[in-house]
């Protein structure tokens, strides 16, 4: 079973999925990522899917997973880099990943978390 | 002229070989990409639910012709335990096996043609087709 390297940039985990994922691979994943959260403190995880060529129901609800977990580890997770094909036939399927956040490529990814974490600073704040 | 493969579904490899060779006859048969990546999606479901449901099965990928367009036709077939009520089987958001119920109810919407032949204890046959534009 191939893993999935989890990357650290400050306080963001990166994945960067460039295999055909089997399933065991993705439940590898989850698991890394929380131990990960928690050891680093991250605040962020970005999951880029540029080089994924299918996302099917599991797959699809390993990303709502992963987001939901984090959340939970009180981490935001983006999703980036989905090809419009992937976006088209996700949705056909029935699959609008609701509760999760995407953004078009790493460089949104990382504003949008910037932006996340300045809002939660204002709210505490006040 | 009409090619086909037949391939095994016993494990979580296989299911990833499937997804490998039904996009690659996708591609021979000239969908276009959005319908390469439908079809492939929808060969991904189904190959799971064989491996799932029935703890395996096989799946045979044929390139067919109507006479006017060129499709791709894939028949999943296993002997498990079938399905007792297939229009329940055929719903959004009805599961037996913990997953989100999507699987053959959006593959359906994956695909142009679809076709579910099943009964208890007689195992399971779904044949889709996709055609090209």
């Given at each position: 079973m191939d893993r999935v390297p989890v990357l650290k940039l400050g306080d963001i985990l990166i994945v960067s999925i460039q295999i055909d994922l089997q399933d065991q691979s993705v439940l590898a994943l989850q698991e890394d990522l929380a131990d990960r959260v928690v050891a680093t403190g991250a605040r962020g995880v970005i999951i880029d899917i540029?080089?994924?060529?299918i996302v099917d129901s599991f797959i699809g609800r390993m990303l709502a997973t992963i987001a939901a977990i984090s959340r939970m580890l009180d981490a935001e997770t983006v999703v980036v880099g989905m090809r419009p094909a992937v976006a088209i036939t996700l949705v056909e399927l029935g699959?609008?990943?609701?509760g999760v956040r995407t953004a078009l490529n790493l460089e949104k990814g990382v504003a949008l978390l910037n932006h996340l974490d300045g809002a939660q600073i204002v709210t505490a704040a006040q | 002229m009409t090619t086909f493969d037949e391939l095994p579904i016993k494990s979580n490899s296989d299911v990833v070989l499937v997804r490998q060779h039904v996009r690659t006859a996708a591609v021979d048969v000239g969908l276009s990409l959005v319908d390469q990546t439908k079809v492939v999606t929808a060969a991904s479901e189904l190959a799971r639910n064989a491996l799932v449901y029935a703890g395996g099965g096989q799946v045979r990928i044929e390139i067919v012709n109507n006479g006017i367009r060129k499709g791709l036709r894939l028949a999943f077939s296993d002997t498990g335990p079938?399905?007792?009520d297939i229009p329940q089987a055929l719903?959004?958001?009805?599961?037996?096996?913990?997953?989100?119920?999507?699987g053959l109810s959006g593959s359906r919407r994956l695909v142009d043609e679809f076709d579910l032949q099943s009964a208890p204890g007689e195992g399971t046959l779904i044949t889709v087709t996709k055609w090209a534009r």
């Open positions: 540029t080089a994924v060529e699959l609008s990943l609701g | 079938g399905i007792p719903t959004d958001g009805w599961t037996t096996g913990g997953g989100l119920g999507l």
